[in-house]
C-alpha cells in the first residue's frame, strides 16, 4: 500500500509525463528539442541577419555578402531560443568600405563574373530577447 506522500508523487509524475507527450505531439515547443520552423517566421530571418552581418564582419572581402535564401529554418528552445538555419549568401557590388549596410540596395555580383561567388552555410544564432542579445554561436560555409 502506497502512503500519501509516495502517492502524491505518483500523481505528479504521471500529470508531468501526459503533458511533455502531449507537447510533443501538438507541434509546441518542447525545451532542448530541434524542430522545423516557418523560414519566413522574425526569429529565422533575424538568426541569417546577424549570421551575415556576422560574416561580413570577419572576413576580409572588400566586397558585402548578403543572404539569398533560407533552405531550412529550426528552433530549440533554451534560455532564449537557439536557431540554426541554412542558407545561401552571396558576394554583392557594393564595398565595406562605402558602409553602405542597406543590403537591399546591393546588387549582386553578376553570374559569370569572376567575382561573382555564392555560399551555402549553417548557422546557430542564440537569441535571449528579454536582454537583448542576439550571438552567432556557429557560422560555417562551402562554395
Known amino acids: 500500500m502506497m502512503g500519501p506522500k509516495t502517492l502524491l508523487l505518483v500523481s505528479l509524475l504521471t500529470v508531468l509525463a501526459v503533458t511533455s507527450a502531449e507537447g510533443s505531439q501538438d507541434g509546441g515547443p518542447m525545451v532542448g528539442t530541434w524542430r522545423d520552423i516557418n523560414k519566413t517566421d522574425p526569429g529565422p530571418l533575424q538568426a541569417v541577419d546577424s549570421a551575415v552581418s556576422f560574416y561580413n564582419n570577419m572576413s576580409n ?63 546557430v544564432v ?14 560555417t560555409c562551402s562554395s
Open 61 to 123: 572581402d572588400i566586397f558585402i555578402f548578403k543572404p539569398l535564401s533560407i533552405t531550412r529554418a529550426q528552433m530549440k528552445v533554451v534560455e532564449g531560443a537557439l536557431y540554426a538555419v541554412d542558407l545561401d549568401m552571396t558576394r554583392t557590388v557594393c564595398r565595406k568600405r562605402d558602409n553602405n549596410r542597406d543590403l537591399s540596395n546591393c546588387d549582386v555580383q553578376p553570374e559569370g563574373d569572376d567575382l561573382h561567388q555564392t555560399f551555402q552555410c549553417h548557422a
Open 126 to 139: 542564440w537569441v535571449i530577447p528579454w536582454e537583448n542579445k542576439t550571438m552567432v554561436r556557429q557560422f
